[in-house]
């Protein structure tokens, strides 16, 4: 079985619990590992970058 990422457009193997999800809703969409990965990695970051007020300025 294989699904198509959403974000590079590769074939990949989804696992095991992606791929139950993937035949009660063949249309939904999924990242494959890399990407995944990748975008955690953004929201993490994202985290850290939110502005603190009270930063002194320099
Ligand atoms: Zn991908």
Sequence with gaps: MKAACILCDQPFTP??????KLRKHPHRLFL??????????????R?????????PRT
């Design 15 to 20: 696992e095991p619990i992606q791929q139950k």
């Design 32 to 45: 494959c590992p890399a990407c995944n990965h990748r975008i955690t990695e953004q929201v993490f970051a």
């Design 47 to 55: 985290r850290k970058e939110q502005p603190k007020e009270n930063e």
